[in-house]
């Protein structure tokens, strides 16, 4: 199976058994470091003696080891505390990804070569490491995802990334000078200087997904059925709004927080803006209570349509990046696939996101979804908003969106 960039598919697809070797040819003039990161559920290398390289190569378990460019892993001999194993390739020394000519990686099981994803220096620019690919665990079974995202710093930067250490670190290369640029700190500063702090950890966010020179739009869709009042009423959800405002700063020209509500009938809500955002949840339209919503019951394709023909209809080809708040009673699978499916020929990106809530349905499995143009849809779950860190939050909300943004562009959807 030749595997495009971002795509997903469940292992056992592929091979039969626990066992199995994911090689990475680079034909390359550098030399290329390879290195696997075994990661815990916070997307952190937790025990750096499962970080996999030269130094290093093999794990304590012995289920996990490098030999040459290729490793050879044991799924069932793996410790439970790993989520994922990510795999990387990056330049040691001078040089960039940009040089490298064609080269692939392969998954091989027992049965010989079973997938393949193919990349070459076109791709790239000045970027000296690459995520290749991971696997990763998604409800009990092992899934390979294709990433093949180009990252500019080199093993360094990447151990950094991934919570990790680095002894006696050489000096970085000097970086070519770049032409300067308003920060996203210094656009919020001045208007709404309570959000500094989050526009400081969106802007690492932004830097680390390489999104900084980015243009799009961005929209919030709010569930707003009965099962929500908690999430309102105790601020959560004005949370939300403040936490995506950044994004919506950096990325939009003008500044503007798309924005719509749902229970068994949707209303598009105003913008948000650095001018309205404050209590923006208890006073737009007369405040949550009173959003015009019919019965307080889901009806996810209903407001997903609105959206669509939203976008449809302004004509306007820049990506749009769409957050989808919901906590759980999730039931409309069929009209869910249908419109996300359609919309996955146009310049919409998708990213569900379950807050405190249960009975995801669809929305957990759209990611892996057969019968679309390109991957347009990313979804994460977590129990509550002020339970996890906002640097992490910002990782997560920009997690996806780089590659949608790369297989749309080869698609011809932008």
């Not at 393949?116 to 790239?124: K, T, V």
């Not at 009990?140 to 990252?151: D, H, I, M, V």
């Not at 640097?391 to 562009?409: G, H």
Request: hydrophobic fraction near 40%; proline fraction near 4%; charge should be negative.
């Amino acid at each position: 199976m030749l595997l495009t960039q971002g795509q997903r598919v469940p292992l056992s697809s592929l091979i039969d058994g626990q066992e199995l070797t994911l090689a990475i040819a680079i034909d390359s003039p550098h030399v290329i470091d390879h290195v696997c990161f075994g990661l815990d559920a916070n997307g952190k290398l937790s025990d750096d003696r499962y970080m996999i390289f030269f130094n290093q190569p093999s794990s304590p378990c012995g289920s996990l080891q490098l030999q040459g460019n290729a490793f050879h892993i044991r799924l069932n001999g793996l410790p439970a505390t790993l989520e994922r194993l990510v795999f990387t390739a990056s330049i040691d020394g001078h040089g960039t990804l940009r040089d490298i000519r064609a080269s692939h990686f392969s998954v091989r099981g027992s049965g010989g070569e079973a997938a393949r994803g193919e990349f070459s220096g076109a791709s790239f620019a000045a970027e000296k490491a690459i995520m290749v690919a991971e696997l990763y665990r998604r409800n009990g079974e092992w899934r390979l995802a294709s990433n093949l995202q180009g990252y500019n710093a080199g093993l360094q930067a990447l151990v950094e990334h991934f919570g990790g250490e680095v002894i006696d670190a050489p000096a970085p290369e000097p970086e070519p000078a770049a032409a300067p640029r308003i920060s996203l700190e210094k656009k919020i500063a001045e208007a709404a200087p309570q959000l500094v702090s989050l526009a400081k950890k969106a802007q690492i966010s932004l830097e680390k997904a390489r999104l900084t020179d980015t243009r799009a739009r961005v929209g919030l869709v709010l569930d707003a059925s009965g099962s929500m009042n908690g999430q309102y009423s105790r601020g959560h959800v004005q949370e939300v709004v403040n936490r995506l405002l950044p994004l919506a700063v950096h990325f939009d020209d003008d500044g503007a927080l798309d924005c719509w509500a749902f229970a068994a009938r949707s209303t598009q809500l105003s913008p948000v803006t650095l001018s309205n955002f404050r209590d923006f949840i208890q006073t737009d339209q007369g405040g949550w209570r009173d959003w015009k919503l019919g019965a307080r019951v889901n009806n996810e394709p209903e407001v997903m349509r609105r959206v669509i023909d939203f976008y449809k209809e302004s004509g306007d080809r820049t990506p749009v990046y769409i957050l989808f708040i919901s906590d759980g009673g999730v039931s409309q699978n069929r009209e869910i696939i249908k419109l996300m499916t359609e919309a996955a020929r146009l310049p919409i990106f998708w990213q569900f996101v379950g807050l405190g809530g249960r009975g995801y349905g669809i929305l957990e499995k759209l990611d892996d979804m057969d019968g679309r143009v390109v991957d347009n849809c990313n979804f994460f779950a977590m129990d509550r908003l002020d339970e996890i860190s906002e640097e992490k939050l910002y990782d997560l909300l920009m997690e996806e969106f780089p590659s949608w943004l790369k297989a749309a562009k080869a698609a011809g959807i932008l």
